[in-house]
């Protein structure tokens, strides 16, 4: 039973870019959740999704974020017009959604924007 | 909001040493609570989870205790080994932030030989 995938496990881009992170869930979860760490800082949530819906999306960046989670398929955090500033670990972690809501964290994937 | 603070930053000790770490949490109203081991580079390992009923879990050498009315967390090594040595974090997921999850900055812990 495979864990929590994400790909790829490092990510470099450009100032301006686009950077697709993808998360494939453990089998038999439908909740997606993803964080971000922001080096020497604590992990902070940014969205949560049901297949083909976003539950809640406090966390994200009000620009160039966008997160779905297609009825086939895995995650997809894109970032859109990278900036130095992107630059960190992103985590996804998945979950049944029900009580008690334990959650799964997958490798992440560590973009660097130059 | 629901903020979650650890202590100490930072902890080294010799082999052999049993150990206490601790988390604290502002909002009392929380669904459980997770302990996490991150080494350097790495994602996360979940190590105990405690739902709000509970007052402990124990997983080998590891007891984790929960003090939901005083928004306490413990999380107690016991006879620590070199290979204990990662950052350990605390995350809890409040009764009223949907089932996400809030952090703790972690403790560092250094295990020397």
């Known amino acids: 039973n495979a864990g929590v995938m994400q790909n790829p496990r490092h990510l470099v881009r450009r100032r301006g870019q686009e950077a697709r992170l993808r998360c494939s869930p453990m089998?038999?979860?439908?909740?997606v959740y993803w964080y971000r760490q922001l080096p020497e800082e604590g992990l902070k949530f940014m969205v949560y999704l049901q297949k083909e819906n976003i539950i809640d999306e406090s966390g994200m960046p009000k620009e160039r974020f966008s997160a779905e989670f297609p009825k086939e398929g895995p995650s997809i955090l894109r970032i859109q017009q990278v900036v130095r500033g992107d630059s960190a670990a992103y985590f996804c972690?998945?979950?049944?959604?029900?009580?008690?809501?334990?959650?799964?964290f997958g490798p992440g994937t560590r973009l660097t924007v130059t | 909001k629901q903020e979650v603070t650890q202590i100490p930053a930072a902890l080294s000790v010799p082999e052999g040493e049993n150990l206490v770490l601790n988390c604290s949490f502002t909002d009392s109203a929380i669904y459980n609570l997770q302990w996490f081991r991150q080494d350097p580079g790495k994602g996360l390992t979940s190590l105990l989870l405690i739902q709000s009923s509970q007052r402990e879990q124990t997983s080998g050498r590891l007891n984790a205790s929960l003090d939901k009315s005083s928004g306490r967390s413990t999380l107690y090594i016991a006879a620590s080994q070199p290979g204990d040595s990662a950052t350990y974090l605390c995350?809890?997921?409040?009764?009223?932030?949907?089932?996400?999850?809030?952090f703790g900055e972690g403790t560092q812990l250094t295990v020397n030989p």
């Open positions: 972690a998945s979950s049944t959604g029900g009580l008690p809501y334990e959650q799964y």
């Open positions: 089998k038999g979860h439908s909740h």
């Open positions: 995350a809890v997921v409040g009764e009223t932030s949907g089932s996400r999850l809030t």
